[in-house]
């Protein structure tokens, strides 16, 4: 897979705006990193030591009323993207032609607010 996106400074994107989320009273779970050289099937580690060759990372977003953002970046410049907001209400986002780990954070607090509405208290970074 070509290596478009440094999956290390995109998961510092998650990072920098998890605090933020937290303080609007969203749940972040730990930055997850999948191995491709590892046997299938692979598996997501927490520990980015454990993780040779990266190529994609993930994080879960929870909300209120069991809302949920599920974002899996890959280093070829896509995400999978899924959010859940209620029974009639779940769906994927396109995420396509990410080129860098700045454009990834931009995209990131879009789909935050889609799934989550504009948060008050928010720690995106500056454009």
Do not use: K
């Not at 009323?65 to 970046?73: D, M, P, Q, R």
């Not at 009639?88 to 954070?105: H, K, N, T, V, Y």
């Not at 990131?108 to 008050?120: E, Y």
């Amino acid at each position: 897979m070509e290596r478009v996106i440094d999956l290390d400074e995109a998961a510092a994107e998650v990072t920098d705006r998890a605090p933020g989320w937290r303080a609007a009273g969203l749940t972040v779970g730990r930055v997850t990193w999948r191995d491709e050289t590892a046997p299938w099937p692979q598996r997501l580690e927490v520990n980015r030591s454990l993780v040779n060759d990266p190529d994609a990372v993930g994080v879960l977003v929870s909300g209120p009323a069991e809302a949920e953002l599920s974002v899996a970046l890959f280093r070829g410049g896509w995400a999978d993207v899924d959010y859940v907001v209620g029974m009639d209400d779940a769906s994927a986002l396109p995420a396509s032609g990410i080129a860098s780990a700045r454009e990834f954070g931009i995209q990131l607090d879009s789909w935050v607010a889609h799934v989550f509405g504009q948060l008050s208290c928010s720690s995106e970074s500056s454009l």
